[in-house]
């Protein structure tokens, strides 16, 4: 029996062993100094701040401020480095230099990037040109890269650098080539919505100076003379194009004429053309949350590098002769560095390639310098030597979501415990069930972990979130890596001599593929597949995006208090979603209605309303005429609100003047109206808001929202500033 007060004196006990106030306070002090340790792991960090500072800007800046800045706070770590200053102080000051560095060198990136860019207005031109490349195709057809030698209305000084051409599907131009062609031309695309991510600042930053659309079919011209830079990677370009051609024939050819996608996924992964590959499969992979495999980048730079180093090392080990006089683990490093550079060349060498080409250069040099080479430290140094090449990558989903996946891949295996051997003498069916166990564990943890870094990215730039996600990619992922990409790789090598000699790595590679498109389909079509997030406010991305890397690059407990910054973009409260959104030329509009977006004009922009919707977390109707229908009144020209819709909109989408009476009653029916055309207002206007061409040409893109006395319009143009990229100037 109990003695009376034992329990009362057990629990006092107990709690006298918890640490005490003052204790946790130490422990949190010296965890703090244990990080000095740590410090080179955040100068990316730090560097990659003052770059998103200087693009975060609504005003160019100068460069002397932020350099001299960077020389002072330099100069002051050097000195009390040399003075024996305290070491927090030195890391204080370090990182301060790194962030005014990151500034400076994203200001100097952006003026060395500098070209001329299409006006706005430029309308239908004449284009001559070299085709650089295919890019990715669009729902509309093929993309051309061009080097422009002549556009109409265009003197010499304003010709961009590169320009995009939509060109109809099925007509064929490849790099190399020498063209004319017609096409509507516009500058790079400003947000689609307010807030919304923007592309132009990515075009001005690759030297894409104008998008068009293609009148016409593109007619072939004598190439003129051009420099040798240029016809280098033109000369390249055509042998990755011929590359793809001859592969997804081949692979047709040896799967019986049925390869199909198969062929398409695996010319996407060898050489990044996606023309073989269909619409559905890269609308399926993206569904199920498996989009990064239509992007050359880390997967498939591992994958191929490792199998060429793990490759070498096991055919040097089986020659005893060779094993004994050279080092093995080196010279399978270095045929992993010249794998890596191969691979870059035929993939095209697009800025996710580029990211994964030096993060695994950096890891094959530390094994050159017997280094670890896999570690937090290899893993900073490779992402400061992309961010000091190119600083804008650091608000770029690619990079955000690569880097996030991977240094916390490389923090899980910092603190994921060791295994233990199967003891000696245990019967081989268990041994094997442990192995295969503990392999399953880590496999799905790689899976998971990974998913949850590059779910904030996910939700705020693709709204969108995949909940088989982890199961698609422990599946297809593992099928690319251990399978597809190694087969890939010995076919392309024996593709060289030919006579048929690739069948059989092109039969494998082909039912790998088969099979990653199968498990792509099956997660993307299952219930609930997909569920779609509104976006969160910016700060709610930012705040993600540190706690991700203070979880990851901390050590020790005090590390989980970045845990509730990661979730920020998940737990964020959204603000009230706008009621209406209109195009950034006053060319179409889409109101919400029962939780979907209805469109004023479908099919028009259709990639903007997409997008809206997308950004908004808003349903599509399987029917868009008959919900337009019910809210508007339309002829050829204008649509009207219907009585009691609201906000009573009505826009006329043309240059056309309208009819005096037309436009009385689009007036009188409109609490909000948007006019194309320049027209002197009627009486009947003055109770309406009238958005007109000259507030689309200063404000781009609009939101209405509700406001306590009627309507609160958001323009996109204020929310970008005066940059470079947005026609502004320094």
């Given amino acids: 029996m109990a003695l009376p007060g034992a329990g009362a004196r057990a629990l006092s006990t107990r709690l006298r062993r918890l640490p005490s106030a003052a204790a946790l306070v130490r422990g949190a002090v010296a965890e703090v100094a244990a990080q000095l340790d740590r410090v080179f792991l955040w100068v990316p960090v730090a560097f990659g701040v003052g770059a998103a500072a200087y693009l975060g800007l609504k005003i160019e800046p100068p460069l002397w401020p932020a350099a001299v800045l ?28 790194v962030i005014a560095f990151g500034f400076s060198a994203a200001k100097l990136r952006s003026d060395h990037v500098a070209a001329p860019i299409v006006p706005a207005g430029l309308g239908v031109a004449v284009i ?20 422009p030698t002549y556009i109409s209305h265009l003197t010499t000084e304003q010709l961009p650098l590169r320009i995009r051409i939509v ?25 689609a919505a307010p807030g919304a991510y923007d592309f132009a600042r990515d075009a001005w930053f690759e030297g894409l100076g104008g998008v068009g659309l293609a009148r016409g079919d593109p007619e072939i011209i004598p190439r003129p003379p051009i420099p040798w830079r240029l016809r280098l990677d033109m000369a390249i370009n055509a042998f990755r194009w011929a590359t793809a051609a001859r592969l997804a024939a081949d692979m047709d050819t ?15 992964v060898t050489t990044s053309h996606q023309d073989w590959l269909s619409q559905g499969v890269r609308n399926d992979l993206r569904s199920a949350g498996l989009a990064h495999m239509l992007a050359i980048a880390g997967l498939h730079t591992a994958a191929l590098s490792g199998f060429v180093f793990f490759s070498l090392r096991f055919l040097i080990a089986a020659w005893p002769w060779l094993a004994l006089r050279v080092p093995g683990k080196k010279v399978a490093a270095a045929g992993g560095l010249v794998a890596v550079a191969a691979y870059l060349v035929l993939s095209g060498a697009h800025s996710p390639a580029r ?13 050159l310098m017997d280094r670890q080479a896999i570690s937090l430290r290899s893993l900073a140094l490779a992402a400061l030597i992309i961010l000091v090449m190119e600083p804008e990558v650091v608000v770029q989903p690619g990079f955000e979501m690569s880097f996030c996946a ?3 891949l490389v923090a899980l295996a910092e603190i994921w415990p ?25 496999l799905f943890m790689v899976s998971l972990v990974a998913g949850a870094a590059t779910g904030p990215f996910a939700i705020q730039h693709f709204n969108r979130i995949a909940n088989f996600g982890v199961f698609a990619n422990l599946t297809a992922d593992f099928v690319a890596s251990v399978v597809m990409m190694p087969a890939l790789a010995v076919a392309l090598l024996l593709e060289i001599p030919g006579h048929g000699l690739a069948t059989p790595a092109l039969l494998v590679a082909g039912w790998s593929a088969k099979a990653i498109i199968a498990l792509g389909h099956l997660f993307a079509t299952a219930p609930a597949a997909t569920a779609a997030a509104s976006t969160a406010p910016q700060l709610a991305l930012e705040l993600s995006y540190l706690g991700i890397l203070f979880v990851c690059l901390w050590r020790g407990w005090l590390r989980w208090l970045g845990l509730p910054l990661a979730a920020s973009v998940a737990l964020w409260p959204r603000p009230p979603a706008p009621l209406m959104w209109i195009s950034g030329d006053g060319g179409d509009a889409a109101v919400i209605a029962r939780g979907q977006e209805v469109v004023v004009r479908p099919g028009v922009k259709a990639y903007a309303t997409q997008l809206w919707a997308q ?21 050829y020209w204008s649509c009207a609100a219907r009585p009691g819709v609201s906000p009573a909109l009505s826009i006329w989408w043309t240059r056309r003047q309208p009819k005096p009476d037309r436009l009385a009653e689009l007036c009188a029916r409109s609490e909000i109206l948007v006019l194309r055309a320049a027209v002197d207002l009627p009486p009947s206007c003055r109770g309406a808001i009238v958005l007109r061409p000259g507030d689309f040409a200063a404000g781009g893109a609009a939101e209405v929202f509700k406001a306590p006395r009627g309507w609160r319009i958001a323009w996109s143009q204020p929310l970008r500033g005066q940059r470079p990229w947005t026609g502004g100037r320094e």
Avoid: N, Y
Avoid at 254 to 268: C, E, F, I, R, T
Avoid at 430 to 436: D, K, N, S, V
Avoid at 619 to 629: K, T
């Fill in 128 to 147: 001559e040109g070299l085709v650089v490349d295919v890019d990715t195709p669009s729902q509309s057809g093929t993309r051309l890269l061009i080097a």
């Fill in 355 to 367: 990211r994964a080409a030096i993060t695994a250069s950096v890891a094959f040099a530390a094994i």
């Fill in 615 to 635: 950004r908004r977390g808003l349903a599509i109707p399987a029917d868009m005429d008959r919900a337009r229908g019910a809210l508007f009144d339309c002829d």
């Fill in 406 to 408: 991977t240094a916390s």
């Fill in 167 to 191: 060109i109809p599907s099925g007509v064929i131009a490849t790099p190399g080539g020498s063209i004319r062609i017609k096409a509507l031309l516009d500058p790079p695309p400003a947000p």
């Fill in 70 to 97: 960077a020389g002072l706070l330099g100069a002051a770590t050097i000195l009390v480095a040399w003075r024996g200053g305290a070491r927090a102080l030195q890391a204080a000051l370090l990182l301060a230099a």
């Fill in 418 to 442: 060791r295994g233990v051997k199967p003891a000696p003498g245990l019967p081989w069916p268990i041994a094997l069930f442990q192995r295969g166990r503990d392999w399953l564990v880590a």
């Fill in 254 to 268: 040896a799967l019986g004429g049925h390869a199909g996608d198969a062929a398409g996924l695996a010319v996407a």
